[in-house]
């Protein structure tokens, strides 16, 4: 592919975790799915892992996604097998220089990064990396209200089955991600460009939310790193 076209011209993947919590520097895999997509959003193929995290998955996050501890003990494969099927997979993709794309990329990356390091692996290096979450904000800066999957899905016209599935959020991700590029047309531009402009873009957004969070708690502090935060 013509190294100067938009991403959106050739094949892309798109990438989602389920885990046992909301702190991505502690948060372990649950479920995760790649879906690998041709130019005209046509699904080519589709990974899929259940693993057993090694550690109780607490009720709030199993009533999110699904599956209990007793589940994914019973029928999860070792944590440290599934995290390194994924990172050939996305490492794969990343050497043929096809874009993945994540929904607030910098959680599932940084649950990863954490991952890896747990059972002594090496996560790929991350590019290039799309995220609908920082390009919704940067090109809709002032629009009001949730920023989630859901929300947005469902302002730009797209279906979202079963959400919190990861093989429904990342191919609604991807979805979403070309619904932007359609509406605006900056996003229009090769995977390896755009991804290092949503590394500034991210950190304007995150010191603009420290910013906002600081007028309650002087102390406020939002890690703007992307697509991977770095260990506290």
């Not at 959003?41 to 057993?52: F, K, P």
């Not at 699904?66 to 029928?75: H, L, Q």
């Not at 599934?82 to 607030?104: I, K, Q, R, S």
């Not at 229009?188 to 603009?208: D, K, N, T, V, Y």
Request: charge should be negative; hydrophobic fraction near 40%.
């Amino acid at each position: 592919m013509d190294p100067d076209s938009s991403w959106t011209d050739g094949p892309r993947a798109c990438f989602d975790l389920e885990t046992t919590g909301r702190d991505p520097q502690q948060a372990r895999i649950v479920t995760a799915s790649v879906v690998l997509v041709s130019p005209s959003g046509d699904v080519l193929r589709e990974w899929e892992w259940l693993a057993d995290p090694e550690v109780e998955i607490p009720e709030e996050a199993a009533a999110v996604h699904g599956v209990s501890t007793e589940r994914a003990r019973a029928e999860g494969r070792p944590a440290a097998e599934v995290t390194a099927e994924l990172d050939d997979v996305l490492a794969g993709l990343w050497d043929h220089g096809v874009p993945v794309l994540a929904f607030n990329a910098a959680y599932d990356l940084t649950v990863l990064a954490r991952e890896n390091e747990r059972h002594g692996l090496t996560a790929p290096a991350p590019l290039p990396v799309l995220d609908p979450f920082v390009l919704n904000k940067q090109v809709h800066r002032y629009r009001r209200g949730k920023r989630t999957l859901g929300a947005l899905c469902e302002e730009y016209g797209v279906v979202l089955d079963a959400a919190h599935t990861s093989a429904a959020d990342a191919l609604a991700t991807e979805r979403l991600a070309t619904a932007l590029a359609t509406r605006f047309a900056e996003l229009r531009q090769p995977a390896a460009r755009l991804h290092e402009q949503q590394i500034g873009w991210a950190a304007e957004q995150a010191a603009s939310l420290q910013e906002y969070f600081r007028r309650k708690d002087p102390a406020a502090v939002v890690d703007g790193t992307w697509p991977v935060h770095p260990r506290p």
